[in-house]
């Protein structure tokens, strides 16, 4: 019933409105129904004239004395109107509004929104909202509804339309557990639906919001807690353990620097994961530059040092020769044998490693993620990390089981909220490493203002001009790649010739080639090339301590969590870094987000404060790290995420295969297939 595609006949349209939804990405009668407001007006009290205020809304229930409609001179039409109550009358106009003529007359009620203002001596209301009070009252008189519009589709359109099938709210099955529903005092999810659109009163809005707001995230956490069941689920084999001769010593005193306070304590962390029962399943979250690699490196040389195997993985072939480089260089004095694999290797050099890799007399590969969806067996294999790769997921998982069942390490520079990150990566332990290692000076952000762009720009070449080096990044324009390259190649070509003649610059984004961008990054590394321009390519990883000036241009397209990434970019060296943030944008919201920028410095701070201020549906920018949009509800509800937690621990203890459930299996399971969640 409710997969039934919109047709014009059932929306009483026109087929062009049909295909107007269809763009918004309504195509059944379920996604209409389940198309949410954005906002909400209460105007359920009406005003009487005699109590009307100006320059407020007003909701009048009137009643027209006269009503009138002229040409104007323009060729439009005027109609005029007297209406009133028992307390006094106001005069209304509207312009151009032919059909008022055969929708009103004189002795008609009528319903009037808008705000009402004193002309001559008299109070006017002009082009106000009107209804009919006989009809179902919609668009006011009630709590109304305010859709998300396009350009086309209006949100008054959209409270009719949606009006209009509310009675087939009826069909959606209740999938939640009835447990669940009576122990928590639900509402059934056809009746939110129902009241969410056209809430009887206030208290059944809040209730339709807060049954929406616990099913988004009862689902993202029984998926997580689900995904943890499975990943420990099935462990027979050898326990991955340390050899008791392992002497960590060793490699503390080859690290060139003291680990941080919190780099020790995560490091305890992983090593009690290691001495359980069960494979290792953890997130460290850190920001950039928090020295997240010296942890994963101290594991992995327990593990070689215990005679396993290991596997780094990287999201870019970029990072993962920086990777491969620094550890290179670290286990030096170790006689590891440390392997590349990636894909712009020689098909020969390719199969050199994997031959060392399937006899086991390779202790470390490094590469891109390709690596292990190859198929390549690791005889030895105890420990797999994974930077930044939020798209590795419960299929890797399964498959990493099947290689030897090896320790999980997955390392991310995106800070989040704790409550968030308990709810959308509850599968796995987290340590938070929440220090950044001593003698880091904090990197001065700046919003510029258009006004002062000259200034900053001919600032920035003083500072090139004395040897430091620069990032510039291309605002994010669509989500079409080949837009961002041509936009960005223009960029680089305007600032070479225009801004900065005097200077070498470099372009660098995702359509170049593996050796392509790798030359670049190798002369801009080597200080060649003085100012790289690029897309949003360079947000992860990428160490080059010389470069201290962060330009980000059209900053307010970015999320904060991104933002404060690609500043992480500068403030690797000894040098005062910079960060300029660029925007032609005036939008209050926009603006305060780029002020958090210039005030915190840390990532878990941003996060906390864009939880802070933004509503559900909207969650720190994330994204690209594959979190999905909450529609309802937000993480800052920390009684709504206690309630949902315990019900969903319940369930992935009675039933987690949801034998009993199929509606909310089938509901889970589609939630799956279209966000990338289960990849995390
Ligand atoms: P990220 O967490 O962003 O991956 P990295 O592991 O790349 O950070 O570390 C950033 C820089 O900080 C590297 O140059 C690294 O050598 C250095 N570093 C890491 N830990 C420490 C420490 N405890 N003291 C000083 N420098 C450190
Ligand atoms: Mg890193």
Not at 52 to 70: H, R
Not at 440 to 449: A, E, F, G
Request: glycine fraction near 6%.
């Amino acid at each position: 019933m409710l997969d039934q595609r919109l047709d014009s006949a059932m929306l009483k349209t026109k087929d062009s409105y049909i295909v107007k939804l269809k763009e918004m990405g309504i195509k059944t009668l379920g996604d209409l129904l389940t198309y949410f407001p954005r906002a909400y007006r209460d105007e359920q009290e009406f005003t009487k004239i005699n109590e009307l205020k100006t320059d407020e809304v007003n909701v009048l229930e009137v009643k027209i004395k006269t009503i009138m409609t002229l040409p104007t001179r323009a060729g439009g039409v005027i109609t005029r109107a007297v209406v009133g109550d028992d307390t006094g009358e106001i005069s209304v106009m509207w312009f151009n509004q032919r059909h008022l003529k055969q929708m009103f007359f004189k002795g008609s009620q009528i319903i009037l929104t808008g705000k009402a203002k004193f002309e001559q001596g008299r109070i006017v209301m002009v082009s106000p909202k009107y209804e009919k009070p006989s009809s179902i009252l919609l668009h006011t008189g009630r709590i109304v509804p305010v859709y998300p519009e396009s350009e086309e589709i209006t949100s008054k359109w959209l409270r009719e339309k949606i009006f209009h099938v509310l009675p087939y709210a009826k069909y959606f099955d209740e999938y939640l557990p009835s447990w669940v529903l009576q122990g928590e005092g639900l509402l059934s999810f056809a009746d939110a639906i129902y009241h969410v659109h056209f809430a009887k009163d206030e208290e059944f809005l809040k209730k339709a919001r807060e049954r929406l707001a616990f099913d988004e995230l009862f689902m993202l956490q029984f998926m997580a807690l689900r995904r943890k069941k499975w990943w420990q689920e099935g462990f027979t084999g050898e326990k991955k353990r340390f050899s008791t001769k392992l002497d960590m010593v060793e490699f503390y005193s080859a690290l060139p620097f003291e680990l941080t306070g919190a780099q020790k304590r995560t490091i305890e962390e992983i090593f009690t994961d290691i001495s359980r029962d069960f494979p290792m399943l953890r997130l460290v979250q850190g920001d950039v530059g928090s020295g997240k690699t010296a942890v994963a490196a101290a594991v992995i040389f327990a593990m070689i040092k215990s005679g396993y195997q290991c596997v780094l993985m990287a999201p870019t072939e970029i990072l993962a020769k920086q990777h491969y480089k620094n550890l290179v260089n670290l286990f030096a004095d170790f006689a590891f044998n440390i392997q590349m694999l990636t894909g712009s290797m020689s098909a020969s050099e390719h199969d050199a490693v994997v031959t060392q890799m399937a006899t086991g007399t390779c202790d470390l590969v490094i590469g891109t993620h390709a690596l292990i969806q190859e198929g390549i067996t690791f005889p030895k294999l105890g420990l797999v990390v994974i930077d930044e790769q939020h798209r590795f997921g419960v299929k890797q998982r399964a498959k990493l089981k099947t290689q030897g069942f090896p320790h999980l390490l997955n390392l991310s520079a995106t800070p989040i909220p704790r409550t968030m990150a308990l709810t959308i990566y509850g599968d796995q332990d987290l340590s938070i490493l929440d220090e950044l290692p001593p003698g880091r000076t904090p990197i001065v952000t700046r919003l510029v203002p258009e006004a002062k762009r000259k200034d900053a720009e001919f600032w920035v070449s003083d500072q090139v001009a004395k040897g430091h080096q620069v990032f510039i990044v291309c605002p994010l324009i669509e989500e079409s790649e080949a837009i961002q390259v041509k936009a960005a190649t223009l960029e680089y070509e305007r600032l070479s010739k225009e801004i900065f003649p005097q200077h070498k610059l470099a372009l660098l984004h995702g359509r170049m080639k593996g050796d392509e961008k790798e030359a670049v990054m190798k002369a801009f590394s080597a200080g060649e090339i003085n100012i790289l321009v690029s897309t949003s390519v360079i947000e992860v990883g990428i160490d080059v301590p010389n470069a201290s000036i962060m330009m980000i241009e059209g900053a307010d397209r970015f999320g904060l969590a991104q933002l404060h990434q690609f500043r992480g970019r500068v403030g690797r060296g000894s040098n005062q870094s910079y960060c300029f943030l660029f925007t032609d944008s005036n939008s209050d919201d926009a603006l305060q987000r780029l002020k958090f920028m210039v005030q915190y410095t840390s990532g878990f701070d941003l996060a906390e404060m864009d939880l802070k201020i933004r509503g559900p549906g909207e969650i720190y920018g994330v994204k690209q790290s594959g979190i999905p949009d909450l529609r309802m509800a937000t993480f800052s509800d920390k009684e709504l995420l206690d309630r949902v937690r315990s019900c969903a621990e319940r369930l992935v203890n009675e039933d987690i295969d949801l034998k009993s459930y199929q509606a909310l299996a089938k509901k889970i399971a589609k939630i799956e297939s279209q966000t990338e969640i289960a990849e995390v």
